[in-house]
């Protein structure tokens, strides 16, 4: 089975800072894709950012960046430049494609407030 | 090409009775998750279906809870006799599952079940 843990519940930062978010994961798949999704007050789910587990380049999408280190099982989020529309929940997902097992998984999400 | 579609958006139901909702998944995805979500908490999975099948549905609780995805039509999960307890979000998602730069998950705007 797969798990996902996000061990912060929450974490605050200052407008124009940068802010890292951890996410570490288990599976015995080698290849699966791993996703960051926000969910503002308005609850939508947003996807952030996508990385592939068998690229070892990392993602980048505008201010945000992850740091996936496939052996430690490790696939943190930068964001960088807060904005204050940043504040939301942020939920670290896992995906894998094959049969049955084909489902998305999450952690507990991560509470992140952007101070003006 | 509409995203995935919930309905209705608010649902409030008396202890006792049936609770149906609706996700109509985006065009072409034959992949439906349904998760679960109590304020201020993660999204809990509950199960996944493909067209006319349950894949994986240990998420689901053993009572009054059922999923189901027909041919034709939108996915439908159904409580039966819900209890308070069953207050919360419920959001679905669908994917291609197709491997590649595309791959995700896209959610619905949810269904917010208030059970009084």
């Known amino acids: 089975a797969q798990t996902v843990t996000q061990s912060q519940p929450e974490m605050s930062v200052q407008e124009a800072e940068t802010v890292t978010l951890s996410c570490t994961y288990d599976?015995?798949?080698?290849?699966?894709?791993l996703f960051w999704y926000k969910q503002p007050p308005s609850r939508q789910m947003i996807l952030v950012i996508r990385?592939?587990?068998?690229?070892?380049q990392n993602a980048t999408e505008n201010r945000f960046s992850v740091n996936f280190q496939k052996a430690a099982k490790s696939f943190s989020l930068k964001i960088s430049d807060s904005q204050l529309g940043d504040t939301a929940m942020y939920f670290c997902?896992?995906?894998?494609?094959?049969?049955?097992?084909?489902?998305?998984?999450f952690g507990k999400g991560i509470t992140l407030s952007v101070r003006p | 090409n509409a995203g995935v579609m919930q309905n209705p958006r608010h649902l409030v139901r008396r202890r006792g009775q049936e609770a149906r909702l609706r996700c109509s998944p985006m065009k072409g995805h034959s992949h439906v998750y349904w998760y679960r979500q109590l304020p201020e908490e993660g999204l809990k999975f509950m199960v996944y279906l493909q067209k006319e099948n349950i894949i994986d549905e240990s998420g689901m609780p053993k009572e009054r809870f059922s999923a189901e995805f027909p041919k034709e039509g939108p996915s439908i999960l159904r409580i039966q006799q819900v209890v308070r307890g069953d207050s919360a979000a419920y959001f679905c998602a669908s994917s291609s599952l197709l491997a590649g730069a595309n791959t995700e998950a896209f959610f619905g705007q949810g269904t917010r079940l208030t059970v009084v």
């Open positions: 599976t015995s798949e080698n290849n699966y894709y």
């Open positions: 997902a896992f995906m894998i494609l094959t049969g049955a097992n084909s489902k998305l998984t």
């Open positions: 990385q592939e587990a068998y690229k070892q």
